[in-house]
Each structure stands twice: as structure tokens, then as C-alpha cells.
């Protein structure tokens, strides 16, 4: 069966004073209906960015397309009209933020704007939509939702506004579900909540997510499969299990050792990865980890590693793995 959603060698520019940069440098990925894909990877990546494309919502200019596909259920996203883009974003294609605040009107309830969102996109009444909204929020295991419904959204928690958010982007039924950081600005109890509760909703209504968080803990928590990211690039990809169990790219090595783990360090030190992720301006044609990475060695600097299968569905793009060290 054909992924529900396949991007291909995505490609995304920006043109900034400092040069252009390649925000997305030939990307792939795909996710099946009813599994959850998690893109993982530090701050400028390119994960949210790579949410933003599915949604045509790259800001143009400065921002461009320069090539590759996203086929949702057959189609282009790439290609199609404005208006069939707006049609699924929100329809068939949902999203949430990581602060809520930020997507929620303030001025309205909780209750209109579920309702709102759905009357958006079906043809109901306004008390049909309300009682789909209800419904939602009860969905979403939000107390006495009746009543919630008609509360704003400063009046209620972050976690309880997170839960507004999902029950809002899913009031739509959407295949597709991309959650940007979900559960970054809450505590660690509403955290694994948010994330039981997107696992269920996957289950009953076999929605595909895509998850992108900068925590390999949350990765292991709920991912089916995962594509690392660095530097615009997917450096590795393949099966959470995989991936967790033997990862093969040196950068998620170092994203994996940042995970806690208190029975090995009570005293709770991480050791993190040294520097930062390079200007996107300024990637010269090597590994673009190589200025942080214990195992560069000189082909980094100046040959592009590929992608390399480890095992089946899994791969990774390090020299490391093709036996350019050995030939060096
Ligand atoms: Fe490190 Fe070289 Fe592999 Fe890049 S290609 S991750 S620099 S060993
Ligand atoms: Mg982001």
C-alpha cells in the first residue's frame, strides 16, 4: 500500500542577507495511515519547516520551493490549486502547535472555536457543530466538557488548552495529523497524557501523525518510525525500534545519550552534543556534522555522505557505514 504521505527529495531555499540558505536539502520521508512517524533533531533543523511545506505554507518570499514532491493520497501537494490546499489544511490535513495560546482565540470559547472549525469544513448546523464540539472535548478527556465548552482559553490550563487544540484539529476527522512540538511547554504528568491521548485517537480512528519534537525521549514514547534530522537534511531513517536500538549516524548517537537515563547517571548530568547546528549559509560540500562529530576524519569535509541501508528500512548517511573510512 502506498503511503498516505510521501515526501520526495524536498527541497526548500531561503534567501537571507547572509546568502541563500538550503533549509531542506532533498528531504524524504513517509508515513502510513494509522502509524506515527516522529521527526526528531535540534532547533533549525528544518522539522518545522518540513511541516510547514506539507501544509503550502512556507513563507514566500523569502522562502521557495525548488523541488521534489509531496504526494498526499495521490496528489501533489506541490502542484495543486490554492484553494484545494485551503480545502485540506484543517480537513483532511491537521495541525498543532506547540503554545496553544498562540493558536486559540482569546475572544471566543472553547466551545465556538471547535465549532467553528468544524462548520468550516462540513455542512452542519451551528447545533450540530456545538455538539460536535462537546463531543471533541469529551474525546479529548477534558472534564465536564458541557460546561468547558464555554470557557475561554485563558481560563483554563496549559495542558487543558493543549487538549482544546487536538480536540479542535481533530473535530475535522483528519487523515493526516501534524503535531509541531506538542507537548514541549508542559510539565512531564500532561505530557504523557497528551501523548496517551494521541496514541488512542491513532488507534480508534487510524489517523497518521507526525510528530516533531527536538526529545528522543518522546520518540521512543510514541514513535512507529523516525527520520533524524540535521542541517535541513534527514540523516537517518527507518523503524523507532531500529533506530533505538542501534542507532547508526553518530548525531543521533549523541541525541540518544541525551535521553536521561537515572538507573546509569543519578546524578542526572547529560552529556549533550558539543557546538551548534552550522549557518545553513554557509554548508560547504562535506558532512555538514563533521564540525561536531568524535569520528570525522577527512572524506567528511569534502564528500557528501549518502544514504547508507543498515537493515531493512533503515539507513543512515554517515561515511562511517560505506567503508570510505578504510579506503582513506
Ligand atoms: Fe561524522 Fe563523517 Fe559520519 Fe559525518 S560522515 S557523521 S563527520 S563520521
Ligand atoms: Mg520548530
Not at 493520497?73 to 502547535?97: H, K, N, T, V, W
Not at 506547540?98 to 466551545?111: A, D, H, I, R, Y
Amino acid at each position: 500500500m502506498a503511503p498516505l504521505l510521501d515526501v520526495q527529495n524536498l527541497r526548500v531555499e531561503f534567501k537571507t542577507r547572509a546568502g541563500t540558505a538550503r533549509v531542506l536539502d532533498n528531504v524524504s520521508f513517509a508515513v502510513e495511515s494509522g502509524r506515527i512517524l516522529g521527526i526528531v533533531g535540534e532547533s533549525g533543523c528544518g522539522k518545522s519547516m518540513s511541516a510547514l511545506s506539507i501544509l503550502g505554507l512556507v513563507p514566500s518570499p523569502p522562502g521557495q520551493v525548488k523541488g521534489g514532491r509531496i504526494m498526499f493520497d495521490g496528489r501533489d501537494l506541490l502542484s495543486i490549486a490554492p484553494e484545494e490546499m485551503r480545502r485540506l489544511r484543517g480537513g483532511e490535513i491537521a495541525m498543532i502547535f506547540q503554545e496553544p495560546m498562540t493558536s486559540l482565540n482569546p475572544v471566543f470559547t472553547c466551545g465556538d472555536q471547535i465549532a467553528e472549525a468544524v462548520r468550516l469544513h462540513q455542512p452542519v448546523s451551528a447545533a450540530e457543530a456545538r455538539k460536535r464540539a462537546v463531543e471533541m472535548l469529551r474525546a479529548v478527556a477534558i472534564p465536564e466538557p458541557e460546561a468547558r465548552a464555554d470557557t475561554y482559553p485563558h481560563q483554563m490550563s496549559g495542558g487543558m488548552r493543549q487538549r482544546v487544540m487536538i480536540a479542535m484539529a481533530l473535530s475535522c476527522r483528519p487523515r493526516l495529523l501534524i503535531a509541531d512540538e506538542p507537548t514541549t511547554a508542559l510539565d512531564v504528568t500532561v505530557q504523557a497524557q497528551i501523548f496517551a491521548l494521541l496514541r488512542d485517537l491513532r488507534d480508534q480512528t487510524g489517523t497518521a501523525i507526525v510528530m516533531i519534537t527536538h526529545d528522543m525521549g518522546a520518540i521512543a514514547e510514541m514513535a512507529d518510525d523516525v527520520a533524524v534530522m540535521y542541517a535541513g537534511r534527514v540523516i537517518e531513517k527507518g523503524p523507532a525500534d531500529a533506530i533505538l536500538d542501534q542507532p547508526a549516524h553518530p548525531y543521533t548517537q549523541g541525541l540518544l545519550n541525551s535521553i536521561p537515563r537515572l538507573d546509569l547517571d543519578p546524578s542526572g548530568d547529560l552529556p549533550e552534543i558539543p557546538g551548534v547546528v552550522p549557518p545553513l549559509t554557509e554548508l560547504g560540500h562535506g558532512c555538514a556534522f563533521a564540525d561536531r562529530c568524535p569520528h570525522a576524519f577527512a572524506p567528511c569535509r569534502t564528500i557528501e555522505p549518502r544514504h547508507v541501508t543498515v537493515s531493512a528500512e533503515h539507513s543512515a548517511a554517515c561515511h562511517l557505514l560505506s567503508g570510505m573510512e578504510d579506503a582513506a
